[in-house]
Each structure stands twice: as structure tokens, then as C-alpha cells.
């Protein structure tokens, strides 16, 4: 299966048969004070250079998140994309738990953008899902539901199934609902990559369907949270992840996706291995 | 299943409920000139040193290769056993294609050591299993034949069973063999890594025996070896592997291992990991 995103001129495909989809994740005011209080105040001078550091370094989207506390969330999104898709060509992956945040957002955003997220709680895809099937955008279905996160890969790949086929409902395609599966801390739970691995397995081979996560979390509370991420991401990736919000410039993850990607039989011949090693050389 | 080497006075078992096993591979003189020269001239130091040094940064045991050319290899094997042995108190991994050089070592070895390795051809477990079976050690059993590497896992499967069935008419019990599923270059053959990752898969699964390869060659040929390297290692921990022939002192491929026990559930709590990345921090 193949999601399509689109930017004011350029087209990106996620899938099995493309190269690992990089989801820039440093446009977002979470955990970064000086961003958050920039963004506050109006200036979109560090999100623009985040923007053109993250496409430079090799990101194939970008997501974009304005949760500031205090401020108007949907006006500050709309900007945000305003600014970004101004600087930038790439697709964009619209970031917030706030409803009018997206829909501000996808009412500016050019091209076909991926909304950030849907879940499987009932509330939130009978209000999400609309405002992604108006605009024709693609959406990012995390798995959790009205209990929380279910503690199995089955239970996971039951919520995916659940929001697959809310969205067929509403004219959504299946191909652009991406799955997050969910990576939860490994200092607090052992068993909890594991999960999040046969998640992406089952979701990959019973629903065809696409996944991405946020490769970071797994490794909050630790030390050399870098290289954790790193191995995370490998094993992921070998269990058919097809995406991730990441952070392009950590030099230790994004090596490992090239890694990984060669070793899959993704970089035939390790052409682009060869060619970004030597760029790193000469960089 | 669970293999238990021996040194003089230590244990180290092998196996899934076991931290993954780190043999060893830099007193190895094959593509190193100088431990070639200064074995050939009966000069042990850089060898000892080598050995002292893979210990302190991990080793659980050492792989000892004496296959100088022109060199007698089975009175060069002994000495490097004899010599290594009163230096380090760990199992040591006998390394050669030359069945009277393994005797040699065999004979003068404390404790039990791993024998590298035995293959499924008929002549090779003729000669090697006798070996092995009179010593009380375990073996590492290449999935190579007569035709010579398998290209499909379920080929290297067949080779692994054939050498377990060898191993047992001779009264070596089934978890004295480890079995190699052979890595190769990537670089040639974008297909490798996946067959050894389902050689490991399937040897685990169908016979339950422990894995064993040489975590290097997977790279060869290519720049940035070290990335190449723990990315698979990573991927063939997650498929099961319980031991790597590797070198200790390249901080890249150990940390993947860490990162891979880690994210498996072999390291509950992290405290591995953080005791690790405290000893880099101060080390």
C-alpha cells in the first residue's frame, strides 16, 4: 500500500517499496522553552530554521506542532504552516490534539498533508475524520481507544482495524491512514518494545497498511537515549516501519535508518549508503 | 536450550535467558600484518594484550586463530591457547580450518572450550566431531556443505540439523553445537542479510539451538563497517541470535548490543544499560 502526500509542487510516497519515510519532529515547542517562547511572540525565525536545517539533513516531511501553553493553538498552527510551506517544498504532517488547531491548519495548508492523529476513541474520529476526508489529506490513526493504550499487539491491531475502517466510512481511503503503533518508555516497561515490534508486524501483514511512530519515546529516562533510538528504529524498520518522526540531525538514528534500509534490501547495491557516507566525509 | 563454556575456573553459559554472548575475534591475524609477523617470530605480546583488553571492554570469551601462513598453525594454536589461558580466566573459542591444529589445542585447552567450527560436509564432521566428542567441548557448525553456502535459509536449516544429528551419533548432546548461519556481504548481495535473519529465525525456532556468527562480514566492502555492523547485529538479536564472534573494543557494535538487550527484555529495568553508559561517562 501507498500513502501519497503532496507539497505546493513536490510528491512523497510512504510504503514498503519506498525508502524509510523521515518525518522531521523539531518543529515543536514541547520540552524546547526558547522555541516555545519564539513562537509565543510571533517569531517563526528558529521553526524556519528548523525547517530548511531538518529538509538540508534529510527529512522527507515535516511536522509541524504549536502546542504552546496559553497561546491560540489554530492560529498559531495556521501560521506556522503558512511560514514553513513558504520556506519549504516539502509535505507537511499537521500536529495537534485540538480540533480547531487541524482545522485551521488543513484550511491553509497547500497540497496533501498528513494529519497528526486520529485515535479509536468514537469522539475523536467522528470529529477528525470529516475535516480529513474535506480536505483530502491523509491521517495518522494511533492506535489507543476509550481505555487507553491497549497492553497487547492484538488489542493494538483491533484499534487500527477500528479506525481503518471509520475512515472507509467517511470516503477515506485505506491507504491514507497511516498507523501508529505506539512506542511506549522501556525504562518503565521491559515487555514494552516488544509490543509496539508485533504491532507493527500484525498491522503490516493482516491490514496491508502503513505505519509510523515517534522512535523517541521508547527511550525517555535513559541515558544515551541517542543509541537506544537508534536500535529501536533498526528493529522497527526490519519488522516493516515504514515511517517515523525523528530527528533528522541525531547523526546515531539517522545512520541507523540507512543501515537498516540496506540490510532490508531497500539500498540496492548500497548505493545511497556509499553516497551518504561519502557526503558525511566531505560535510 | 543452554551451552556452557568453561575456562579454568569460570562458567559462561549461552543462550536466550542468558545476557547475548560476546566472543571475542581480534586475536585473529588474518588482514593483520603486524600480530601475523609477531606470531610467526613466537612473540605473544600483542596477543596477550589484545586478550587483557577484549576482557576488560566485555569479551565472555575469546576466539583464538593462529592461521599464519607458512607458520606451523597447530604449534602456533597451542602456544596462543597455553599462553592466553594463564593470562585470562575466560572460555576460550579454538579457531581453525586445520583439523591437527585444533587437537593441538584441544589438548593443552582447560576447561570446556567452543570448537570453530565443524561444517555439514561429511568428511568435515568425520574428522572434527571425534575431536570434539573426546574433549567434552562444543562446537560451532557452519550451515555449509558440499555444494557450499545454501542460498535459501530453509537450505542452511537442513545443514543445521544434519550437524546437530552428526553431533548426537557421536554422544555430543544437541546443545553442545551452536549453530553459524553465515553472514555475508551485503554489498554483493542484497539479499544476505535477510537469509541469515531467517536462518536464525528458523534455527531457533524448529531446533531450539543456540546462534553463533561473525558479525563483520555483513559490512565488508563497505565505508562506515562499524554502522553496518551493529545495525545487523541489532536486526539478528531481535531474531534471536545468542552470540556474536565481534570485537569488544568497537564501542559502536557493543552499545547496538546493549541497546538490543535492552529493547529485547534481556535487560530489565536498564540497569545494564545504565551502568554501562555510567562506566563510558567516567571511563
Same mark, same amino acid.
Given at each position: ?12 510516497? &510512504? /510504503? ?7 518525518? /522531521?519532529?523539531? &518543529? ?22 528548523? =525547517?530548511?536545517?531538518?529538509?538540508? #539533513?534529510? #527529512? ?11 497561546? %491560540? ?16 517544498? &516539502? ?5 495537534? !490534539? ?5 482545522? =485551521?491548519?488543513?484550511? +491553509? ?7 497528526? !492523529? ?8 467522528? *470529529? ?13 490513526? +494511533? ?11 492484538? /488489542? ?10 471509520? =475512515?472507509? %466510512?467517511? /470516503? ?7 498507523? %501508529? ?19 507493527? *508486524? ?6 496491508? =497498511? ?65 553516497? #551518504? ?7
Amino acid at each position: 500500500m501507498e500513502t501519497v502526500l503532496t507539497s505546493r509542487t513536490k510528491q512523497l510516497a &510512504i /510504503g514498503p517499496d519506498h525508502p524509510f519515510c523521515i518525518i /522531521g519532529e523539531r &518543529i515543536n515547542p514541547t520540552g524546547r522553552k526558547r522555541l516555545a517562547e519564539l513562537l509565543a511572540a510571533g517569531d517563526f525565525s528558529v521553526a524556519l530554521e528548523d =525547517a530548511v536545517a531538518q529538509v538540508a #539533513a534529510g #527529512a522527507h516531511a515535516l511536522d509541524l506542532n504549536a502546542g504552546v501553553p496559553l497561546a %491560540d493553538e489554530a492560529a498559531l498552527l495556521r501560521e506556522l504552516v503558512l511560514r514553513v510551506q513558504d520556506a519549504v517544498d &516539502i509535505p507537511l504532517c499537521l500536529d495537534s !490534539s485540538v480540533v480547531e488547531a487541524l482545522e =485551521a491548519a488543513l484550511a +491553509v495548508c497547500e497540497g496533501k498533508p498528513l494529519v497528526n !492523529s486520529v485515535t479509536a476513541e468514537a469522539a475523536r474520529l467522528e *470529529r477528525i475524520l470529516p475535516l480529513v476526508a474535506a480536505h483530502g489529506a491523509a491521517v495518522i490513526g +494511533v492506535v489507543t481507544d476509550e481505555q487507553g493504550i491497549p497492553a497487547t499487539a492484538a /488489542g493494538r491491531l483491533a484499534n487500527a482495524r477500528r479506525i481503518i475502517e471509520a =475512515a472507509a %466510512d467517511h /470516503g477515506i481511503p485505506p491507504e491514507d491512514v497511516v498507523i %501508529d503503533p505506539l512506542a511506549m518508555a522501556v525504562a518503565t516497561d521491559p515487555a514494552a518494545p516488544r509490543v509496539t515490534l508485533e504491532t507493527i *508486524r500484525l498491522v503490516t501483514e493482516e491490514l496491508g =497498511a502503513n505505519t509510523s511512530l515517534g522512535a523517541s519515546n521508547v527511550s525517555f529516562g535513559l541515558p544515551e537515549r541517542g543509541a537506544v533510538s537508534a536500535a529501536f528504529l533498526t528493529m522497527a524498520i526490519t519488522a516493516g516501519l515504514t515511517a517515523a518522526i525523528m530527528n533528522p540531525l541525531a547523526s546515531e538514528t539517522i545512520t541507523a535508518v540507512r543501515a537498516s534500509e540496506l540490510l532490508t534490501g531497500k539500498d540496492e547495491y548500497a548505493m545511497r549508503w556509499i553516497t #551518504a557516507s561519502r557526503a558525511a566525509a566531505h560535510g
